[in-house]
């Protein structure tokens, strides 16, 4: 870390100690969601960059856009660090000193009202809450950015006990942001690239960018479902098939390429195993749906989405407008899902 400079103090917005305290405990399931939020933030940060070259004077490397996990054993420190569009400190105070504010709400809405659009543009923080889990891992953060528009970074800082800090660094930062997790007791896993690696291919193997644990390429598998069906082969199809089964070699009865737009936007593939496994006498088949939110896996096992007589298939459901709560975790019981259910169940009937 850089030898700092005179640190100023800010409070939280609104009752923000009891909020985190609310955040780091019960609002996610699990502490492995922390990395997931982290690194679709990070994600997001890339997106943005990458966007303004396209579509303003903003110049810079958008050819090799990264999310780089470095664990520390020793100091038992964990770094997520992007190379996308940083922040000011003004954008520090906004972005992370307020709950329920999201920088990547307020881009997306911007992005959207100007003429030119990047469909491929997905931010997924939209709630602004994903950034606070970190205090679930973490029982000091650090953040040290620098964003496109400035030649020196800052430094956040925060125990998550109400206050933070900003201090200007004293020593060169690359454009960008790193968060730095000073883990809990007892946390130690979370410096384990084994166990760094597991998490990610669980949850963000087809996050847009490239994604690293120190100098290892994580997520290589890409998101078949999302192109268009005329530009895939039977074998990528397979391959697929495989990655989601864990069974190299066996093949599908068939599959079930859906696209749609309007009322709502989906991508999925859908799959019927040879076998039936009940009948084999291997007792109830578990749900098989992976459900994503623009990429980002948010259930492994959804039984929401299938009727239970449709249970044994197997698949992905990717989409943007996915009613998620706060967390992303649980999915809410309104029209859209209700509508989707419809539709896809549908589907599947027709093909049969």
């Known amino acids: 870390m850089t030898e700092q400079a005179e640190k100023t103090q800010y409070s939280f917005q609104a009752e923000i100690k009891q909020l985190l305290h609310l955040l780091s405990h019960s609002l996610y399931q699990n502490r492995e969601i922390t990395i997931r939020e982290l690194v679709s933030n990070a994600s997001d940060a890339l997106d943005k960059f990458r966007y303004l070259t396209l579509t303003s004077d903003v110049t810079g490397d958008a050819s090799d856009l990264r999310v780089v996990l470095d664990p520390d054993k020793e100091a038992r420190v964990l770094t997520i660090r992007d190379n996308g569009v940083g922040m000011t400190r ?44 970190a205090f679930m891992l973490a029982d000091r953060v650090e953040v040290i950015t620098r964003s496109h528009k400035e030649e020196n970074g800052w430094v956040w800082e925060s125990t998550g006990d109400g206050s933070y800090t900003i201090t200007e660094a004293t020593e060169p930062v690359e454009r960008g942001t790193s968060i730095r997790l000073h883990l809990k007791k007892d946390l130690d896993e979370y410096t384990d690239p084994i166990r760094l690696k597991y998490i990610l291919r669980k949850y963000s193997t087809f996050v847009p960018h490239a994604i690293y644990v120190q100098d290892e390429h994580i997520n290589n598998q890409p998101p078949i479902w999302v192109e268009p069906r005329n530009s895939l082969t039977e074998e990528q199809y397979q391959n697929f098939y495989e990655y989601l089964t864990h069974f190299p070699g066996q093949k599908p009865l068939w599959h079930l390429h859906l696209s749609a737009d309007s009322p709502f936007q989906f991508h999925s593939i859908l799959y019927s195993p040879e076998s039936n496994l009940e009948k084999m006498g291997f007792g109830r088949s578990d749900h098989g749906l992976h459900l994503c939110a623009k990429r980002i896996l948010v259930q492994n096992d959804n039984r929401d989405l299938l009727p239970d007589y449709l249970r044994f298939l197997r698949g992905i459901v990717d989409s943007a407008d996915l009613p998620l709560n706060v967390s992303r975790e649980a999915l809410q019981d309104n029209t859209v899902f209700r509508k989707m259910q419809k539709v896809i169940t549908k589907k599947v009937l027709d093909h049969l």
């Open 90 to 133: 003004d954008e520090l105070t906004q972005n992370l000193g307020t709950i329920a504010r999201s920088g990547s709400l307020d881009f997306l809405r911007n992005a959207q009202q100007t003429e030119s659009k990047d469909s491929s543009l997905h931010l997924i923080g939209q709630f602004g809450v994903g950034f606070y889990s």
